[in-house]
């Protein structure tokens, strides 16, 4: 039902920065809580950083918190991760997630998940690489 593109993953230098996106499709994006996780080869995937629907509240890992921001434009159905300062631990294949918010969810303007069984769509992924 929806669709998720990412796009925007590449090598960069430790210290160096990044911008991922990740278009949607398929339903109304407004409808949709969304979220970044990442894996690596040998590891499981972790959360990264989630969005509300309205944009207005954001959420981070602790390893990402202050060097990564989540952002969102309900307009063009599009997410976007903007990574600062990364590091060679950021390199990882990074997903774009997207879920569909639950109806008994009364307040749907806050909803959020950091686990990845909440989400209900997920992009092929971006390859992000940080070199020492």
């Known amino acids: 039902q929806v669709q998720l593109v990412e796009s925007g993953g590449g090598l960069v230098e430790a210290g160096g920065s990044l911008r991922i996106s990740c278009a949607a499709s398929?339903?109304?994006?407004?409808?949709?809580?969304m979220g970044w996780f990442r894996q690596a080869p040998g590891k499981e995937r972790e959360f990264v950083s989630a969005?509300?629907?309205?944009?207005?509240?954001?959420y981070y890992a602790d390893s990402v918190k202050g060097r990564f921001t989540i952002s969102r434009d309900n307009a063009n159905n599009m997410v976007y991760l903007q990574m600062n300062s990364l590091k060679p631990e950021d390199t990882a294949v990074y997903y774009c997630?997207?879920?569909?918010?639950?109806?008994?969810?009364?307040?749907?303007?806050?909803?959020?998940?950091?686990?990845?069984?909440?989400?209900?769509?997920w992009g092929q992924g971006t390859q992000v690489t940080v070199s020492s």
């Open positions: 997630a997207a879920a569909q918010i639950p109806r008994s969810f009364s307040a749907s303007i806050l909803y959020y998940s950091t686990q990845d069984k909440d989400y209900d769509y």
């Open positions: 398929g339903r109304p994006f407004s409808s949709l809580a």
């Open positions: 969005v509300t629907w309205s944009g207005g509240r954001t």
